[in-house]
């Protein structure tokens, strides 16, 4: 299981920021380091905020994506099993919040290492930092709910409903 | 000046938020409605987080971006002066924090409404709503920090530095 994407186990997820297979997606990697998790991501020029510095924006995506990721894989990862196993969890969003310490540079590679910090049900807090060339340029905390368990009746699998 | 586009003023804007040129940008227009600052956007499919709906990282960075463009408005109406007038300001993101209430659908246009909460020096904070077809989606806080003002002197201009 060492150094498994978490992402390459989201089969048909059609999302923008960690579709494995979205054709104009940032198609963030993530996996585990020990307890933490990481992903690097190479920044392209379209996704600028001001010349040569990243989109706050899509750094708060690769944000929110890393940690969903996270999310997931710690769940597995707390019931023993392996990331292409039943039940299938997925989760989403419930905060966000992104401090921006210093501008991130589009000529390095992005380095995103999340932490979880709560497991409580079918919520878990986050904290995640980005760093560029070893500077650390944001820090964010970010909670996200289980809002799909394959296990789960009818109804109850819809995500919002 | 009624219903002038922030974005229309900033000239050599290469963010991907808000850039109005951008050549595949979210391209979003903010304008005044009395005290409020609005902002409509059409979403593309591409943008999906999950099936239909909108990613929260792109949810994020509309937000970011309209809550930007207000914060550089409202510094010029405080002092009177129209959107093409010097000095130029520019304001950059200091912290933002979104709380998803519900999913926000591909399938309608997003509607967000900004409103400045505090204005102190460089520093303005706002609140952010977003609606989906008259539907509360998501609610956000954002402060904002003027990095540049063409009438500082030379090194004090320089974003981050």
Chains 1, 2 share one sequence.
């Not at 996704?47 to 969903?68: E, F, R, S």
């Not at 023993?80 to 210093?102: C, F, H, M, N, Q």
């Not at 986050?126 to 500077?135: A, E, K, P, Q, R």
Request: glycine content about 8%; charged content about 20%; hydrophobic content about 35%.
């Amino acid at each position: 299981m060492k150094n498994q994407v978490f992402q390459h186990f989201m089969s048909d997820n059609v999302c923008f920021g960690c579709g494995s297979q979205h054709p104009d997606g940032l198609r963030i990697e993530s996996y585990w380091d020990g307890d933490l998790s990481v992903c690097t991501w190479t920044p392209q020029d379209k996704y600028a905020g001001w010349k040569g510095l990243l989109n706050g924006g899509i750094l708060a995506t690769l944000v929110d994506c890393h940690c969903m990721g996270t999310a997931i894989a710690d769940a597995y990862r707390r019931e023993g099993r392996s990331l292409d196993s039943d039940p299938v969890y997925r989760y989403a969003t419930g905060t966000i919040s992104v401090k921006y310490l210093k501008p991130t540079p589009l000529a390095h590679d992005v380095l995103l290492v999340a932490k979880v910090t709560s497991f409580k049900g079918r919520k878990t807090e986050l904290t995640c930092d980005v760093y560029s060339n070893d500077v650390h340029t944001a820090t964010a905390s970010v909670v996200a709910i289980r809002v799909f368990d394959s296990s789960d009746d009818g109804e109850k699998n819809a995500f919002g409903q």
